[in-house]
C-alpha cells in the first residue's frame, strides 16, 4: 500500500489550501451571521477548477476521483471554511455531477456537467421526508405517470441549500411498496427544476451551517419531462446508493479540515497565554492529551477517507471504510473543536475567535447526513454478521 500523495495531488490540495485562505475566517463569520450563501467563494473554487475534479474531461471536469475531491474539500474547510464545506461539495458535484456522470442521458450530461463544473448552477437533492428520516425506503413521495413524464406529489424536510440551487435532485416512488416483490424495487431519481409551477420551499431555523439554507420542500402536482428521469424507472436505489456513500467522504473531509483549524486557533491561543506563575497554558498535560488524543481520532478517520475514496476511484466496494471514517470524524471533529473551545474559556465562547463556529457546523454530522446509530447498524450486520436489529 501507498500512502505518499503524487506531485499532482500535492498541487491540488495546495491550489485548494491558496483559495481557502483568500476566504479566511472573518469571511465566514460574516456569512453565518448573515445566513448568506458563500457566492464568491464558490466562484473561485470553480474559477480554480476544483469542483469539476471528479467529474469527466468532455465536460470540463478533471477526471481524476474522489480522493483528489477529498484532498480539496481538506484543505478549504481548514481555510477558514470548517465543516460546512463538504456540504457544498456534496450539493454540487456530487448530488448534481456524480449522479448525472453516472446515471444522467447524454443530453443531461452536455447540458447540465459543464455548468455544475462553471458553478453557473448549483444543486440539491431532495431525499429525506418527514416520516422517513433514515429509512429511505418510507418515502411517500410519488411520481404518478403523466403524458410523456410524471406528476410529483409530496414533501420533503431538511433539503440543503434549496435556496441557492436552480437543479433539484427529486427521489420518488414511481411503484407503490405494496405493488413491489423488495421494498428497494419502485424508487427512481428526477432532476428537475427548483423554481417551478407547484414546487415551494420554505427555510427551516437551526443551530448551525447558516450559510447553507435548510428547507422544506413542498411538491404539488409538479410537471416531470420524461427526459429528466435520471438512471432507470423503478431501479434507482442502488444508483442512489452510489450517490449517498460519496457523499460520506465529503463530509469525513470537511470534519478532517475543521478540526484541523480548530486545533491551530486553540494551540496558538494557548501558546500565548499565560497564567499561575507566567507558564504558558500549552504546557499544561491537561490542554495536551485531549489535543492529543483527538489528533490520533482525526488522523485514522482521514487514512480511512482515503481507502473509501481510493477504493471508490477503482470501482470496488468502499461503503464499510466510508462509513467508518465519517463516524470517526464526526466523534473526534464534535469533542476536539469542544475541547479547543474549553482550552480558550470565555473566549472560545465569543464569535471573533471563530471556534463556537465551527463547534455548531460540525454537531450537525453526528446525525447528518447518517446518524452515528446508523452507522453502527450497518457495521454490525455488514462487517460483524449480527442479526438486524431495528
Known amino acids: 500500500?501507498?500512502?505518499?500523495?503524487?506531485?499532482?495531488?500535492?498541487?491540488?490540495?495546495?491550489?485548494?489550501?491558496?483559495?481557502?485562505?483568500?476566504?479566511?475566517?472573518?469571511?465566514?463569520?460574516?456569512?453565518?451571521?448573515?445566513?448568506?450563501?458563500?457566492?464568491?467563494?464558490?466562484?473561485?473554487?470553480?474559477?480554480?477548477?476544483?469542483?469539476?475534479?471528479?467529474?469527466?474531461?468532455?465536460?470540463?471536469?478533471?477526471?481524476l476521483g474522489m480522493l483528489e475531491m477529498a484532498l480539496i474539500v481538506e484543505a478549504l474547510s481548514a481555510g477558514g471554511g470548517g465543516s460546512t464545506i463538504g456540504q457544498l461539495f456534496m450539493i454540487n458535484p456530487i448530488f448534481g455531477g456524480v449522479s448525472i456522470a453516472k446515471f444522467g442521458t447524454p443530453k443531461m450530461k452536455k447540458e447540465l456537467l459543464p455548468k455544475i463544473i462553471s458553478g453557473e448552477i448549483n444543486c440539491c437533492m431532495a431525499l429525506t421526508e418527514p416520516d422517513a428520516g433514515s429509512n429511505s425506503l418510507e418515502i411517500k413521495t410519488f411520481a404518478t405517470g403523466h403524458g410523456n413524464g410524471w406528476r410529483l406529489n409530496g414533501r420533503k424536510i431538511w433539503i440543503t441549500g434549496a435556496e441557492a440551487a436552480q437543479k433539484m435532485l427529486v427521489i420518488a416512488r414511481t411503484t407503490k411498496v405494496q405493488e413491489v416483490k423488495r421494498r428497494t424495487e419502485g424508487l427512481s431519481m428526477f432532476l428537475v427544476d427548483v423554481e417551478r409551477k407547484g414546487l415551494t420551499y420554505s427555510s427551516i431555523e437551526?443551530?448551525?451551517?447558516?450559510?447553507?439554507?435548510?428547507?422544506?420542500?413542498?411538491?404539488?402536482?409538479?410537471?416531470?419531462?420524461?427526459?429528466?428521469?435520471?438512471?432507470?424507472l423503478d431501479g434507482g436505489w442502488y444508483e442512489l446508493l452510489d450517490v449517498l456513500n460519496t457523499e460520506r467522504i465529503v463530509t469525513t473531509a470537511g470534519l478532517v479540515g475543521a478540526a484541523e483549524l480548530a486545533f491551530r486557533i486553540a494551540i496558538d491561543y494557548a501558546k500565548e497565554r499565560r497564567v499561575f506563575g507566567n507558564r504558558p497554558i500549552a504546557e499544561y498535560q491537561s490542554l495536551q492529551f485531549p489535543f492529543a488524543q483527538a489528533f490520533a481520532e482525526i488522523e485514522c478517520a482521514r487514512l480511512m477517507n482515503y481507502k473509501a475514496a481510493s477504493l471508490f476511484d477503482r470501482g470496488l466496494p468502499y461503503g464499510t471504510e466510508a462509513n467508518v471514517g465519517k463516524l470517526i470524524a464526526s466523534q473526534a471533529a464534535s469533542s476536539g473543536i469542544e475541547h479547543a473551545m474549553q482550552t480558550m474559556g470565555g473566549m472560545g465562547y465569543a464569535k471573533e475567535t471563530h471556534l463556537e463556529r465551527l463547534w455548531r457546523d460540525a454537531r450537525l454530522f453526528r446525525f447528518a447526513p447518517i446518524s452515528e446509530q446508523m452507522i453502527l447498524n450497518f457495521i454490525a450486520m455488514q462487517n460483524l454478521g449480527l442479526p438486524r436489529s431495528y
Open 206 to 232: 437551526k443551530l448551525g451551517t447558516n450559510t447553507l439554507s435548510s428547507c422544506n420542500i413542498f411538491f404539488e402536482d409538479v410537471d416531470v419531462d420524461g427526459d429528466e428521469l435520471v438512471g432507470s
Open 1 to 63: 500500500m501507498d500512502f505518499l500523495l503524487t506531485d499532482e495531488q500535492k498541487m491540488i490540495a495546495e491550489t485548494a489550501r491558496k483559495v481557502g485562505d483568500r476566504f479566511g475566517l472573518d469571511y465566514w463569520r460574516k456569512l453565518d451571521a448573515e445566513n448568506t450563501f458563500p457566492r464568491e467563494f464558490w466562484a473561485a473554487v470553480c474559477e480554480a477548477g476544483l469542483c469539476g475534479v471528479a467529474l469527466p474531461e468532455e465536460y470540463g471536469g478533471a477526471g
